[in-house]
């Protein structure tokens, strides 16, 4: 069964330090999202990405984030300066638009 | 924009007992779709059902069923002969058909049930 996975399962950086989530959507999907879940609290999206931009973000993702495609399979979120307040689940999620979104298991990302 | 509404934010039951989650969402939309997730410990998302608006019956999986109230924009998650396995953070989803590209899912804050031996 297609899945969508994403890498690494968990990242430990300090602040102010550069990070790269990545994800791998299901292939013959074209909709992809990120969106993120602080330990206990309710999940938050992120951005959505359609047609090699982005159609949508939340007032989360400000100037810091940045996502890409950038060859055809992998979907990456790049946060640039790291803050204490980042640290949550990342999730990456896909679907074709008119189904369910299939989600990744997820990364845990910790800012020390 | 869309809401999505859990008022329970725990629950438990005993194994091998009944028990429903409710969701309430606000929308003009006519068609849509939703959802819930379930979030182990492991926190990986799992789709545990889904609803297409259009249909007025309730989806069921298995143990899972939905009572799905259209018009009073109600969505409730009824699990049956509760498992251990069972325990898990649940979201309550909405999702609208998009053809652009934007945000079309919502969710809710959650309902952490507990499954008791």
């Known amino acids: 069964e297609p899945e969508v996975t994403q890498t690494p399962s968990h990242q430990v950086t300090q602040m102010g330090q550069e990070v790269i989530l990545r994800c791998v959507p299901i292939?013959?999907?074209?909709?992809f999202y990120w969106y993120r879940q602080i330990l206990g609290q309710k999940v938050e999206f992120l951005v959505s990405?359609?047609?090699?931009?982005?159609?949508?973000k939340s007032e989360i993702f400000d100037d810091q984030f940045s996502v890409e495609r950038p060859d055809g399979s992998n979907f990456t979120l790049k946060i640039r300066s790291t803050k204490l307040e980042d640290s949550a689940m990342y999730f990456c999620a896909s679907c074709t638009g008119n189904t369910e979104a299939f989600f990744g298991q997820g990364t845990r990302l910790t800012v020390v | 924009a869309q809401t999505v509404t859990q008022s329970q934010p725990e629950m438990s039951v005993q194994e091998a007992e009944t028990v429903t989650l409710s969701c309430t969402y606000d929308?003009?939309?006519?068609?849509?779709?939703l959802f819930w997730y379930k979030q182990p410990p492991s926190r990986q998302m799992i789709l545990v059902i889904r609803q297409e608006a259009y249909k007025q019956q309730n989806a069921t999986e298995n143990r899972f069923s939905v009572n799905f109230q259209k018009a009073a924009k109600s969505f409730s998650l009824k699990i049956s002969d509760s498992q251990l396995g069972d325990t898990a953070m649940y979201f309550c989803?909405?999702?609208?058909?998009?053809?652009?590209?934007?945000?079309?899912?919502?969710f809710g804050t959650g309902t952490r049930l507990t499954v008791i031996p």
């Open positions: 292939s013959n999907h074209l909709y």
């Open positions: 990405f359609y047609n090699n931009e982005i159609s949508e």
């Open positions: 989803a909405f999702m609208k058909p998009d053809q652009t590209g934007a945000n079309n899912l919502f």
């Open positions: 929308t003009s939309e006519n068609n849509y779709y």
